[in-house]
């Protein structure tokens, strides 16, 4: 933002009223142009963290001893074809727990991008807020705002 003197106010008078008309349109904003923080922003809790992504080899581990079982009772051996089947269904978990990992960090790095977009806009919307009121005054002051 530029000031020009338009009534060929002095460096110093300008001066003063600069600092006049920034604790003025502080006052009336509520925003310190100097001290501009975004607004909080809500952070997910730990528990739905800690809760995402879990039980997949336990799952897969039953899946597959069931199929296991079926497939190895049309051979002859269930038992053995449920062995085969849960080993099979662990691994097939574990594939499908870092999958579910990789998509929830993916995920969560786009919330934070969007949480700090979100942050700027804010920031700017604060400082043009201000600037419309430190402009008004001075130009009340007899100055140029640009």
Do not use: H
């Amino acid at each position: 933002m530029f000031v020009f003197p338009a009534k060929n106010q002095t460096a110093t008078q300008q001066s003063s009223d600069e600092a006049a008309c920034y604790g003025w349109a502080k006052s009336q904003t509520g925003i310190d142009p100097m001290n501009i923080k975004p607004p909080e922003a809500s952070q997910p809790s730990q528990q739905q963290a800690a809760s995402s992504g879990g039980g997949e080899r336990a799952r897969g581990a039953v899946g597959g001893a069931a199929l296991g079982a079926a497939g190895g009772a049309i051979g002859g051996n269930a038992g053995k074809g449920a062995a085969i089947g849960a080993a099979t269904g662990v691994v097939a978990g574990g594939v499908a727990k870092r999958r579910g990992q990789k998509e929830a960090a993916a995920e969560q790095q786009q919330q934070a991008a969007a949480a700090d977009q979100q942050a700027q806009a804010a920031i700017a919307q604060q400082k043009a807020t201000y600037n419309k009121a430190f402009s008004a005054c001075m130009e009340g002051k007899g100055y140029t705002v640009k």
